[in-house]
């Protein structure tokens, strides 16, 4: 087994994981970096989750109080946005935001990359402002999507619309893909180095997954070979943000084989 530290921004801070996803070169800015942008989405997102659950219902987004960019974010970190309410007005909220980036999975290292506080408001179904209660539900409390405690939750993401099928539920290829960058980062601490992926051994779907339903994709390892690596993955879904219930969609094995940085296949022992 590898001997990489277990290296996660959980440890760094006291705020809930909202989500975890790791950047794609689309996500770049001409200077190579990820966009600002894409950031501040994320971080709007990751902020509305807690806001969600203290409203009891939507809520839009009134203003950015405060947005600090530390470092850059890279394409391969495994950003990691944790949230939390400070405080609550007669119908606004008011999240903190830190967001981490874990980089270089052959050998991790988390670094804060950006930190901020946004304002929400709490709307009805047509979209007028409502009070919110003055004592928070039951509910509040974030429901954790890690249920699997022998598994680590290596992604944790909402789909956009953009992710759709024809017939409305997310397109099982866009969970295919997570599925496979979720579990390639286990198996890139294990052979530090790159991997490839080389079979689908098992791939499950157990319900359809919705837009705006927060899919949370745990791994495990479970063998490990001279040159390659065999991980389950686990995919649960966490629905209705102001009433959390979770449910598991997905379960998956995977075998990836470490590569160097010629695309070589690796003949040493990955342990």
């Known amino acids: 087994m590898s001997d990489a530290p277990h290296v996660s921004s959980d440890a760094l801070t006291s705020k809930p994981l909202a989500l975890?996803?790791?950047?794609?070169?689309?996500d770049l800015n001409p200077s190579g970096d990820v966009f600002g942008g894409w950031i501040m989405a994320m971080v709007d997102v990751a902020g509305a989750m807690p806001a969600i659950r203290r409203a009891g219902s939507r809520v839009v987004t009134v203003a950015v109080n405060s947005f600090v960019f530390k470092q850059p974010v890279g394409v391969g970190d495994m950003v990691s946005f944790h949230a939390e309410v400070v405080s609550v007005g007669r119908s606004?909220?008011?999240?903190?935001?830190?967001?981490?980036?874990?980089?270089?999975?052959?050998?991790?290292?988390?670094?804060?990359?950006?930190?901020?506080?946004?304002?929400y408001v709490a709307v009805g179904d047509d979209g007028s402002k409502r009070t919110i209660p003055a004592e928070a539900p039951a509910e509040h409390a974030a429901v954790a999507c890690q249920l699997p405690a022998d598994k680590e939750v290596?992604?944790?993401v909402m789909p956009m619309p953009a992710a759709l099928n024809p017939s409305g539920d997310v397109f099982g290829g866009w969970i295919m893909s997570m599925v496979d960058i979720a579990a390639a980062v286990p198996a890139m601490r294990h052979a530090k180095s790159k991997v490839a992926t080389v079979s689908v051994d098992s791939f499950v779907f157990k319900q359809p997954v919705s837009v705006g339903a927060l899919s949370c994709?745990?791994?495990?390892?479970?063998?490990?070979?001279?040159?390659?690596?065999?991980?389950?993955?686990?995919?649960?879904?966490?629905?209705n943000p102001a009433h959390p219930e979770v449910v598991k969609v997905t379960e998956a094995r995977l075998k990836?084989?470490?590569i160097d940085e010629f695309h070589a296949r690796q003949h040493h022992h990955l342990g």
Do not use: I, W
């Open 20 to 26: 975890r996803m790791m950047p794609m070169p689309a």
């Open 92 to 119: 606004s909220v008011t999240v903190d935001v830190e967001v981490f980036a874990e980089r270089n999975p052959t050998d991790p290292v988390v670094v804060k990359v950006t930190e901020a506080r946004l304002t």
């Open 154 to 156: 290596v992604l944790q």
């Open 217 to 239: 994709y745990n791994t495990a390892t479970v063998e490990v070979g001279h040159t390659c690596v065999t991980l389950d993955g686990e995919v649960f879904a966490q629905r």
């Open 256 to 258: 990836f084989v470490a």
